[in-house]
């Protein structure tokens, strides 16, 4: 089993660009999640999906969009990115209730100019 | 809405020290807590949680935290750090009643020199 994968891992974009980040897992997960990590803050979430075709937004999601078309797959879209984007994003899944385990993916470090 | 500090930033202890990273949350309602870990490059792993019983939970790599309801608190300890526990970790809250995702604290560094 690969667990949770994401990718790329990593990318530089120009202010303005989109891009979109995929997570995927093999563990049959329902709950998905995306967090972002920066220095000094630690791990924020931005949007999450507790199954196939559903989303909700977390603590910081202005600038994200989500789709979880596949149960297998969450995607993390920038539609314009900007320079306070620059962060480490990460990928998590868990089965379907908050308490149970998140395992997590190793991480899209991004960089905006 | 829950809230998880950690008053340490960065913990630096010799190698065969004890250790404990210290963690206190916010809430009235009833909570879960997590101690997650974090090796240099690598996605979170999950360290210990407690849900309900023993206040003592025990973990993986010889770790252990205690669940105290009147101090609000969920510190994580250790007995004898080993080289390989360099790492940063995190605490986490879910509440109330688990129907909440998680809100992660800040982090603590912990670093162990020979």
């Known amino acids: 089993n690969a667990g949770v994968t994401q990718t790329p891992k990593f990318r530089v974009l120009k202010t303005g660009q989109s891009m979109t980040l995929l997570c995927a897992q093999d563990m049959n997960h329902e709950y998905m999640y995306w967090y972002r990590q920066d220095p000094g803050m630690g791990l924020r979430l931005i949007h999450y999906?507790?199954?196939?075709?559903?989303?909700a937004k977390g603590e910081v999601p202005d600038g994200y969009n989500v789709s979880r078309l596949k149960k297998q797959n969450f995607l993390l879209g920038l539609e314009s990115a900007a320079p306070s984007q620059t962060s480490v994003y990460f990928c998590?899944?868990?089965?379907?209730?908050?308490?149970?385990?998140?395992?997590f993916g190793p991480g899209t470090r991004l960089t905006v100019l | 809405a829950q809230s998880v500090t950690q008053l340490d930033s960065q913990v630096p202890v010799f190698e065969e020290a004890p250790v404990e990273l210290r963690c206190n949350y916010s809430?009235?309602?009833?909570?879960?807590l997590f101690w997650y870990v974090q090796y240099p490059n690598q996605g979170l792993q999950l360290l210990l949680k407690y849900l309900s019983g023993s206040t003592l939970v025990k973990g993986i790599n010889g770790f252990e935290a205690e669940f105290n309801k009147s101090q609000t608190s969920f510190h994580l300890r250790k007995p004898s750090v080993h080289i390989s526990d360099t790492a940063e970790y995190f605490c986490?809250?879910?509440?109330?009643?688990?129907?909440?995702?998680?809100?992660f604290g800040k982090g603590t560094m912990l670093l162990v020199s020979p």
């Open positions: 986490a809250v879910s509440g109330p009643s688990g129907y909440s995702t998680l809100t």
């Open positions: 809430s009235s309602v009833s909570v879960y």
């Open positions: 999906s507790v199954g196939e075709g559903t989303t």
């Open positions: 998590a899944s868990s089965s379907p209730h908050f308490t149970d385990t998140q395992y």
